[in-house]
């Protein structure tokens, strides 16, 4: 065998090993978590929400009660909040039962982003309430991120140290989520801080049902 040959044979065997010495580890593949998907038929069209029953289980879980048992049809988004930073439009929509004695269940306990682990990135659903844990039956839906909403442990304000309780976002339907917050407000309507952010013709959630119920 020549000179080479033999040099040719050599480099047939270290090529292959020395580029697979080079070629890199592949990156470490991102956790997934158990979701569980909703539609939200309404009169401007319909939302598609994945909710975090794995890492949210108890804010999640109530939504679910909701949704099985009916108490979010024929309810309504009410609320438009618009934000004039960041991208446009901003801001966010509510909805949900309004205290309505018929449709609401009890509180429940608080679950916050520090927590879970969630944030409230654009499309985050997460629970209206007053104080951490007394969220019942209504909802907001984020039109871009809002990180202000999510847990500060250095706040002294309960409120903002808990943070609201993300549990899900909108994984079709954005265009709607959309529509919603720029139809047209009423400003004599609202009390307090809400005056101007409530919509002029509410627009109504005519059923809420799991993914696997619609087809």
Known sequence: ????????AALAFILPASLAAQTPEAPPEE???ETVSVVLETTMGDI???LETERAPITAGNFLRYVDERRFDGTVFYRAMSLDWGEQPNGLIQGGTQNDP???LDPIPHEPTTVTGLTHARGAISMAMGEPGSANGDFSIMLQDQPGMDANPEATDSVWQN?????GTVVDGME?????????????KGQGWMVGQMLAEPVVI???RRVAEQE
């Open 176 to 188: 709607v989520v959309k529509a919603i917050h720029t139809a047209p407000i009423d400003p004599s």
């Open 206 to 208: 005519v059923k809420a």
């Open 163 to 167: 943070g609201y309780a993300t549990f």
């Open 1 to 8: 065998m020549t000179f080479h040959s033999l040099f040719a």
């Open 102 to 104: 018929d449709r609401i």
């Open 48 to 50: 598609t929400i994945a």
């Open 31 to 33: 956790p997934t978590f």
